[in-house]
């Protein structure tokens, strides 16, 4: 059986771009090469599309993709084809697509859509359960209408005049605030105080347009990993027990003490199979394919609250994704190697799918 091509995408525009380059590395480590032909592709901070050899990834310096690789253009043609702009020596054939890009311009819809227009199978949801998993108030309001249990929550649009008053009458302290569409804990505060609130805000709408105030849960952080398309399964849960003020950034890729990882999450197995089915609802109501990471909170009374989800979860070799199927029995070759399948699956199921003329 033929080698596919397997064109990984890392790096990108995002505040991200380091997260991206750490799962990026892990896969690349983990990929058959008896099976697959390495495409490695870096997305400069600039949006720039870079081709990169495999010893250049690994070199022990900070890398700058724009100053190790050599550029190509973006796919195009839709026949999986990634064709080369005049001065570059590279047009490239996928097969598949394995984007590992975390956050704006890569977890949200925009590359999938490129993806599809170019007519090549990728990894993960495809435009529509990127975009709503990537807009935190997207998927609140989708979860709410589905009747799911989620926490409070209130959107802010940078040219609102917010009232601060009745936000704290509503969310109570300490109140959390994030970018609407960013993950990896980037641009997270924890606010205690009206003073706090404030800064909370102006820092997380350095990173968007739109920020989201959520309230305080109490209660343990249970994660699990959900793989498949149609019939998705559901991995063993894990807990994350920071040693941070909360799950910060830094405690997550920074600090290799920054959480204890519980895997499997020491639960009974009841509440086991509650999260997984959970998991599996949101997982379908976002209309998410592939992969994705369900969060959630589990109260001292055993109710459970969804968090958020994670359509391109880290890879990175502290990452929960691969260690709850890891401990639910795939291990990581064989979980990308599924990842691929299901990538094809879709792919060739949506060809066969009549078009209007």
Same mark, same amino acid.
């Given at each position: 059986?033929?080698?596919?091509?397997?064109?990984?995408?890392?790096?990108?525009?995002?505040?991200?771009?380091?997260?991206?380059?750490?799962?990026?590395?892990?896969?690349?480590?983990?990929?058959?090469?008896?099976?697959?032909?390495?495409?490695?592709?870096?997305?400069?901070?600039?949006?720039?599309?870079?081709?990169?050899?495999?010893?250049?990834?690994?070199?022990?310096?900070?890398?700058?993709?724009?100053?190790?690789?050599?550029?190509?253009?973006?796919?195009?043609?839709?026949?999986?084809?990634?064709?080369?702009?005049?001065?570059?020596?590279? =047009?490239?054939?996928?097969?598949?697509?394995?984007?590992?890009?975390?956050?704006?311009?890569?977890?949200?819809?925009?590359?999938?859509?490129?993806?599809?227009?170019?007519?090549?199978?990728?990894?993960?949801?495809?435009?529509?359960?990127?975009?709503?998993?990537?807009?935190?108030?997207?998927?609140?309001?989708?979860?709410?209408?589905?009747?799911?249990?989620?926490?409070?929550?209130?959107?802010?649009?940078?040219?609102? =005049?917010?009232?601060?008053?009745?936000?704290?009458?509503?969310?109570?302290?300490?109140?959390?605030?994030?970018?609407?569409?960013?993950?990896?804990?980037?641009?997270?505060?924890?606010?205690?105080?009206?003073?706090?609130?404030? &800064?909370?805000?102006?820092?997380?709408?350095?990173?968007?347009?739109?920020?989201?105030?959520?309230?305080?849960?109490?209660?343990?952080?249970?994660?699990?990993?959900?793989?498949?398309?149609?019939?998705?399964?559901?991995?063993?849960?894990?807990?994350?027990?920071?040693?941070?003020?909360?799950?910060?950034?830094?405690?997550?890729?920074?600090?290799?003490?920054?959480?204890?990882?519980?895997?499997?999450?020491?639960?009974?197995?009841?509440?086991?199979?509650?999260?997984?089915?959970?998991?599996?609802?949101?997982? &379908? =109501?976002?209309?998410?394919?592939?992969?994705?990471?369900?969060?959630?909170?589990?109260?001292?009374?055993?109710?459970?609250?969804?968090?958020?989800?994670? =359509?391109?979860?880290?890879?990175?070799?502290?990452?929960?994704?691969? &260690?709850?199927?890891?401990?639910?029995?795939?291990?990581?070759?064989?979980?990308?190697?599924?990842?691929?399948?299901?990538?094809?699956?879709?792919?060739?199921?949506?060809?066969?799918?009549?078009?209007?003329?």
């Amino acid at each position: 059986m033929p080698k596919l091509n397997l064109a990984i995408l890392f790096g990108g525009k995002s505040a991200e771009h380091e997260v991206s380059l750490k799962s990026a590395k892990n896969v690349i480590e983990a990929v058959n090469e008896d099976k697959y032909n390495l495409i490695l592709i870096g997305i400069s901070k600039d949006g720039r599309w870079y081709m990169i050899s495999k010893e250049k990834i690994f070199s022990p310096n900070e890398i700058k993709i724009n100053e190790i690789g050599d550029e190509v253009c973006f796919p195009s043609g839709g026949n999986g084809q990634i064709y080369n702009i005049p001065q570059s020596k590279y =047009t490239l054939k996928a097969d598949v697509v394995f984007p590992i890009l975390h956050g704006p311009f890569g977890e949200d819809g925009t590359v999938q859509g490129l993806l599809k227009l170019a007519g090549v199978p990728f990894v993960g949801p495809s435009i529509l359960g990127s975009a709503v998993g990537m807009d935190k108030e997207a998927m609140k309001r989708l979860l709410q209408a589905a009747n799911l249990p989620i926490g409070k929550f209130i959107a802010i649009q940078t040219e609102e =005049t917010p009232d601060l008053e009745k936000i704290v009458q509503t969310l109570a302290f300490p109140i959390f605030v994030k970018p609407a569409n960013l993950g990896s804990s980037v641009g997270i505060s924890k606010a205690e105080n009206m003073e706090q609130l404030k &800064k909370a805000m102006d820092f997380a709408f350095e990173f968007d347009r739109k920020i989201i105030l959520e309230e305080y849960i109490p209660g343990r952080e249970i994660e699990c990993a959900v793989l498949g398309n149609e019939e998705p399964i559901a991995s063993l849960p894990g807990e994350v027990i920071p040693t941070h003020n909360f799950y910060s950034y830094e405690a997550k890729y920074l600090d290799d003490n920054g959480a204890e990882l519980s895997i499997p999450a020491k639960l009974p197995a009841d509440k086991i199979a509650e999260v997984q089915k959970l998991a599996i609802q949101v997982f &379908k =109501t976002l209309y998410c394919e592939g992969l994705s990471r369900v969060d959630f909170f589990l109260r001292d009374n055993g109710q459970l609250i969804i968090n958020e989800i994670n =359509t391109i979860p880290g890879f990175t070799n502290i990452s929960m994704y691969p &260690k709850l199927f890891e401990a639910s029995g795939i291990n990581y070759s064989e979980l990308i190697d599924k990842l691929i399948t299901f990538a094809i699956e879709r792919f060739n199921h949506e060809k066969g799918l009549k078009t209007n003329k």
